[in-house]
């Protein structure tokens, strides 16, 4: 992937229960095509929870809620063409 987070830490008092990702084209011609994985941790290795391919009209913008619930720490990994 191009793009990622890296690892966020979700063990602290409050830990987070969703991950939100927004995602915006800005282009007033192009469709972005986005490859979107979520991982979480629940014990050992990062394990993919989410694999996605969606297209992004022009000036539109995606909000997307994933679980977390659980997860020692996650990650979100990205690619636009």
Do not use: C, W
Not at 38 to 64: H, N
């Amino acid at each position: 992937m191009a793009n990622s987070t890296g690892v966020i830490q979700n063990n602290g008092p409050n830990p987070a229960a969703m991950v939100t990702v927004i995602l915006s084209n800005d282009d007033v011609s192009t469709t972005g095509i986005v490859e979107l994985q979520v991982f979480v941790r629940l014990g050992g290795e990062l394990t993919p929870i989410v694999l996605e391919l969606f297209s992004i009209p022009p000036l539109i913008t995606e909000i997307k809620t994933y679980s977390v619930l659980g997860a020692a720490s996650f990650e979100v990994q990205y690619n636009v063409a």
